[in-house]
């Protein structure tokens, strides 16, 4: 598995990304966004690893390892086939289109692209969907992050005990956030080059790690929400340069070194491989329901394969820091490869336990597992299993807090750019669109909506973030193909991956919908459910009528007066 996931995502890099890049053209002298629009704030220049790190901390978390992890019931092919058919043919492809739709259009969002090339309709209806997902996505991550920091347990007996992991892990991310900051100076106002910068990077990962497991933080869950939301709250309007791309740099070299040291083990250890290759097109769940082959596996594996979050961090935050635009084939596809290698790893990890002997180990979350594997691999060189496996944890929960920043910056982008056309005049508009347009108003009531939705609890709304993160990629797919047409540039190879990926939401979203509604008229809905069910039933409706107008767009026969860009 790891030899064939290493020649054919190595491959589609050199081959077909180059590709792409030759067929859709790119000019190295064009003076891209990050310059032609820079306002220290969100358009900032930046050297291609700082830029790769941001894109690939913001992309990754710990989608990829609990996607391929909870799809292992299928067995390992239909996961092994979607990671790398998804990864290299929609996801990487995806990534790339959004992040070069954006930087041509000026480092506009999908949003704008849509207004561009769609209609204002279009626009408005994605901005509105991409504003409520954002609200989802906030809430979600924003409980587990607060979960993986949370440093008291209570046992059946109602005793309380002390997590020391995960105090290690809040002390670590914490000290992440400070030495952000310190490194995001250094690297503005420093004339060293990346080599020293990358040395200083890697300094300030060793002894945040060091200082985490010497000194745990011990709060508790309700402390952890406040503290979590009041960072995002921050991070969501600080400049890029003073947070968000150092301390995305920072996590990148944290993520990339479990990835190495993951590959190492798979190959020192050679691991067996327990997993059957097929179980069954149906599998129960825990209260007797089918989970359908299609479209469960193609829903559950999104950030390893594809995923819309992806085309609002390459068109959002990423293109927005582009120095030049030959960058963008190693930040957006190649990032989205190294993802899919992550998932690669996931199955493989899952895929070394026999049957039991995981949860016969304590191992009983996606991110828990991953590292138990990682841990046992490396064991074999003699590395210590506690050592490796706290690390392993600590990697994978530094990273679900560095997605919550940008998908909230995103947003709050959403909610700004709702209320503003391309002909808006700043310096004439109305008191209620200044308010709306605001940054800090923009912010509090994305995350006021985030907050209350949290206290929910992420698992009854996680189910609908696989839906409606895989709608997003259809719009995003839609979108670029729009573009790409208008701009008399090839689009062909978004379609089939738009259509397929139309099929799978389509069908998922309608699954969920009849489920809550079936439970509705029968044993009535809580908060929670209902919850979901609101947002299920916009999230179809809004996503069904941008795609249809894209569609619309992209059949016409008629030549677009546009010229290429």
């Known amino acids: 598995m790891m030899v064939i996931a290493i020649v054919v995502l190595g491959g589609a890099y050199l081959l077909y990304g180059r590709y792409l890049q030759n067929k859709w053209g790119i000019d190295p002298n064009a003076k891209t966004p990050a310059y ?72 506009r969002t999908i949003g704008y692209i849509i207004e561009e090339y769609i209609g204002k309709l279009g626009k408005k209806l994605f901005l509105l969907f991409c504003w409520l997902f954002c609200i989802l996505v906030v809430a979600a991550f924003a409980d587990v992050v607060a979960g993986t920091f949370n440093g008291f347990a209570a046992d059946k007996a109602g005793e309380v005990t002390k997590v020391v992991a995960n105090g290690a892990v ?25 080599w020293i910068n990358t040395l200083v990077a890697i300094a300030l990962l060793i002894v945040a790690i060091v200082l985490g497991l010497n000194f745990p933080m011990y709060l508790n869950l309700s402390v952890w929400h406040i503290i979590i939301f009041a960072y995002i709250l921050i991070a969501s309007v600080t400049p890029v340069w003073a947070l968000l791309q150092p301390r995305d740099y920072l996590n990148s070299y944290l993520l990339i070194f479990m990835i190495v040291g993951a590959v190492i083990g798979v190959f020192v250890a050679n691991p067996a491989c327990n997993l059957d290759a097929f179980t069954a097109f149906a599998i129960p769940d825990a209260n007797g329901n089918p989970q359908y082959l ?54 493989i990890a899952v895929a070394s336990f026999s049957k039991g002997e995981a949860a016969a180990q304590g191992l009983t979350t996606q991110p828990q ?11 074999v060189i003699g ?48 008191p209620f669109v200044k308010l709306m347009t605001n940054k800090y108003f923009a912010t509090i009531i994305t995350l006021v909506l985030a907050f209350l939705l949290t206290k929910v ?21 839609v979108a670029c193909a729009v573009f790409l047409k208008k701009t008399k540039r090839q689009g062909c190879m978004l379609w089939i991956p738009m259509v397929f990926m139309m099929a799978v939401t389509f069908t998922a979203l309608g699954m ?52 290429a860009a």
């Open 36 to 107: 032609e629009m820079e306002d220290g704030v969100d358009y900032v220049p930046a050297d291609t690893n700082v830029v790769f790190g941001h894109q690939f901390a913001s992309i990754a978390g710990a989608g990829p390892i609990n996607g391929p992890i909870q799809a292992a019931i299928f067995g390992w092919l239909p996961v092994l086939l979607w990671i790398l058919i998804g990864g290299v043919f929609f996801g990487a492809v995806q990534d790339f289109a959004s992040m070069y739709a954006s930087v041509k259009n000026k480092g």
């Open 170 to 194: 809040a002390t670590t991310s914490m000290l992440f956030i400070i030495e952000a900051v310190a490194l995001g100076f250094f690297l503005k106002y420093s004339k060293f080059n990346k």
């Open 294 to 347: 299609f479209p469960i596996l193609f829903v559950t594996i999104a950030c390893g394969a594809v995923s819309g979050f992806h085309s609002l961090v390459s068109s959002g935050t990423a293109s927005k820091q582009i120095k030049n635009e030959k960058n963008m084939l190693p930040v957006s596809f190649g990032a989205m490869l190294m993802e899919s290698m992550l998932a690669i790893l996931a199955l």
């Open 369 to 379: 597992i991953f590292a138990g594997a990682i841990a046992n691999f490396l064991s």
């Open 383 to 430: 590395l210590p299993h506690s050592l490796v496996f706290t690390l392993i944890n600590l990697a994978v929960s530094a990273f679900a807090l560095t997605s919550l920043d940008s998908v909230a910056r995103v947003g709050r982008l959403s909610f700004q750019e709702f209320w503003l056309d391309s002909d808006t005049d700043d310096d004439n508009m109305s």
């Open 457 to 477: 609890g992420y698992a009854e709304i996680w189910p609908l973030f696989g839906s409606a993160n895989q709608l997003l990629s259809v719009l995003a797919l």
């Open 512 to 563: 969920t919908i009849y489920k809550l509604t079936k439970a509705l008229f029968s044993v009535g809905l809580d908060l929670g459910n209902s919850l979901q069910l609101i947002f299920a039933v916009l999230l179809l409706i809004l996503g069904v009528l941008v795609a249809i107008q894209g569609v619309k767009k992209l059949c016409e026969k008629s030549e677009s007066k546009k010229a």
